[in-house]
């Protein structure tokens, strides 16, 4: 196994970044779709199109035709929830990194370097809600190739966020994941995050079952109060 860097992020890695974050988070399509199929409303959902159509229409295959079209539904809605995401992501933060996390005391973007090659990135700023602010920062854009996943890139990205935030004074840093991220809840949970929220970011994604999972690690001695 080859060895890795992880260092702050330059303006050299920006095309890096933005394809290691879009490709990380359309891998996640799949599993997306399969969480959908895996809902019991979702499940019962498709079985009562099928029988609807079979009565209404009187061939059992109008009713697999109804539900293959339903499914096909289900896989372009996932697709651009995904697609829509990480192109909110590349149009604010990420088209912007040096502006967005490298001008404020209290913000950071690293990348993992591998043979010159970025194959991992992570980063840290302040979270949007106003009562966190004051005791926490937020890890964000946690991202590792699949290619070099196994090689502890992922834990020591986290390890320097959460260094970052203690030496800053802050008490906690906290996270948002998805639900279908199994192996980043392990990773998270295996660094110290306990589970302390899950929402819905919007209707279509609670019809569709699926939710955001916040996450929270209190960090002991901290060095200092953050300034005001």
């Given at each position: 196994?080859?060895?890795?860097?992880?260092?702050?992020?330059?303006?050299?890695?920006?095309?890096?970044?933005?394809?290691?974050?879009?490709?990380?988070?359309?891998?996640?399509?799949?599993?997306?779709?399969?969480?959908?199929?895996?809902?019991?409303?979702?499940?019962?959902?498709?079985?009562?199109?099928?029988v609807l159509v079979r009565v209404a229409g009187g061939y059992w295959l109008l009713g697999l035709g109804a539900v293959a079209l339903a499914l096909v539904a289900i896989w372009l809605v996932v697709h651009s929830?995904?697609?829509?995401?990480?192109?909110?992501?590349?149009?604010?933060?990420?088209?912007?990194?040096?502006?967005?996390?490298?001008?404020?005391?209290?913000?950071?973007?690293?990348?993992?370097?591998?043979?010159?090659?970025?194959?991992?990135?992570?980063?840290?700023?302040?979270?949007?809600?106003?009562?966190?602010?004051?005791?926490?920062?937020?890890?964000?854009?946690?991202?590792?190739?699949?290619?070099?996943?196994?090689?502890?890139?992922?834990?020591a990205l986290c390890g320097e966020v959460l260094r970052f935030t203690r030496a800053r004074g802050f008490g906690a840093v906290v996270l948002s994941t998805s639900m279908v991220q199994v192996a980043a809840q392990?990773?998270?949970?295996?660094?110290?995050?306990?589970?302390?929220?899950?929402?819905?970011?919007?209707?279509?994604?609670?019809?569709?079952?699926?939710?955001?999972?916040?996450?929270?690690?209190?960090?002991?001695?901290?060095?200092?109060?953050?300034?005001?």
């Amino acid at each position: 196994m080859a060895s890795y860097r992880i260092r702050q992020y330059q303006d050299k890695d920006f095309d890096a970044v933005r394809t290691l974050f879009a490709r990380g988070m359309l891998e996640h399509m799949p599993a997306g779709y399969r969480h959908v199929l895996r809902s019991a409303r979702v499940q019962l959902e498709l079985l009562v199109l099928f029988v609807l159509v079979r009565v209404a229409g009187g061939y059992w295959l109008l009713g697999l035709g109804a539900v293959a079209l339903a499914l096909v539904a289900i896989w372009l809605v996932v697709h651009s929830y995904s697609t829509s995401y990480v192109q909110q992501a590349l149009s604010t933060d990420l088209a912007d990194v040096h502006g967005t996390y490298l001008r404020s005391p209290h913000s950071c973007f690293w990348v993992a370097e591998v043979g010159g090659a970025v194959v991992g990135m992570v980063a840290v700023e302040p979270p949007e809600d106003p009562a966190e602010r004051e005791v926490a920062l937020e890890l964000k854009r946690m991202s590792v190739s699949k290619e070099h996943r196994g090689w502890g890139i992922s834990g020591a990205l986290c390890g320097e966020v959460l260094r970052f935030t203690r030496a800053r004074g802050f008490g906690a840093v906290v996270l948002s994941t998805s639900m279908v991220q199994v192996a980043a809840q392990r990773l998270y949970e295996s660094q110290g995050f306990r589970k302390v929220g899950a929402t819905s970011p919007g209707l279509l994604a609670s019809l569709l079952c699926f939710q955001i999972f916040r996450y929270r690690c209190d960090l002991p001695g901290r060095a200092a109060a953050p300034p005001h």
